[in-house]
């Protein structure tokens, strides 16, 4: 469902893109698939961020052997913590192309990170624990991840210097979300080879996806906003703004060339999207106009769908 919507507001932002750019279609296509690659590509180097922190942890211990502290105590809970262990065991992981990795020298913000985590006292009740089970673990790196690298400044000002085609705060969010999902899935006996969180990149049925619904919209927005004219009679197809014109064309491309989509899910997808990018009166329009376009369409048995209990 994440990465569904997240296609779905990819294509609707590279539609945009291509309305206002006049650019080739085709280049167009190649610059969204290319910015979900470079968002794969994100993923990675978070995953790779964890473990060049657990490996700064562990040199940090080693300057410091004979001095125990608090701040110690808290950085052992990094260095041995078992989820990162398997974490760093990873087939792909390790195969993964090092050119890609964000940070392969960039030790400065590691070193921060570590400094801001020793000066915060978020994780005083661990001080007292020398010990810790997996799930204690678990529980803690999760914690670190979203208190002390999601909301780190220096980093997300350098991802996105680097990362040209991701999109501001949305790409990352789904990066950050994509990695939480990963440290969640790791249990104890969790082997070498397990398969990392993909975008599509081993899944042609979501790169389909996103392919198509990009094409299609394009390919048949005349017939989408023919229909739109004869649904919306009190409103000239001008006055609609570009993005909830596109919203209507993509949701009514779901509705007719993606017989695998139940009309429900696409209706209430669309509704959550505008609710991000459009005004509350577009909002409201978007819902009226789509519920009338499917009704209208299921009328004249223009609408197929696969499965049972889908309309």
Not at 102 to 126: A, H, P, T
Not at 186 to 203: E, G, M, R, V
Request: a positive charge; aromatic letters at 14%.
């Amino acid at each position: 469902m994440l990465i569904r919507r997240h296609f779905r507001i990819k294509s609707l932002q590279f539609l945009y893109a291509q309305y206002l750019s006049k650019m080739n279609p085709k280049k167009v296509e190649e610059n969204m698939l290319k910015s979900i690659e470079e968002l794969h590509d994100l993923y990675i180097s978070l995953l790779y961020l964890i473990l060049k922190i657990r490996d700064k942890a562990i040199v940090k211990i080693k300057e410091n052997k004979k001095k125990i502290s608090s701040k110690n105590i808290i950085i052992q809970k990094l260095a041995y913590n078992s989820v990162i262990k398997i974490l760093s065991n990873n087939k792909y992981l390790l195969e993964y192309n090092s050119e890609k990795i964000l940070w392969k020298k960039k030790d400065e913000y590691i070193f921060f990170i570590l400094k801001e985590m020793q000066k915060s006292k978020f994780f005083e009740n661990y001080i007292q624990e020398s010990n810790s089970s997996f799930e204690d673990d678990k529980y803690f790196i999760i914690k670190y991840y979203k208190n002390f690298v999601i909301p780190n400044k220096k980093l997300i000002e350098y991802i996105e210097d680097q990362c040209i085609n991701i999109s501001g705060i949305d790409d990352l969010y789904i990066a950050h979300t994509m990695v939480f999902k990963t440290l969640q899935y790791i249990k104890l006996s969790t082997p070498k080879n397990f398969q990392l969180y993909n975008i599509f990149y081993k899944n042609n049925e979501n790169k389909k996806f996103i392919i198509d619904l990009y094409r299609n919209t394009l390919f048949h927005k005349k017939e989408f906003n023919y229909l739109i004219s004869n649904i919306s009679k009190n409103w000239d197809i001008n006055r609609i703004s570009i993005i909830d014109l596109i919203i209507l064309q993509m949701a009514i491309c779901e509705f007719l060339y993606f017989p695998n989509i139940p009309p429900k899910a696409t209706m209430n997808e669309y509704i959550e999207i505008s609710k991000i990018f459009c005004m509350e009166k577009s909002k409201i329009f978007i819902n009226g106009i789509l519920d009338q376009v499917f009704k209208f369409l299921y009328k004249q048995n223009k609408i197929f769908k696969e499965g049972k209990g889908l309309i």
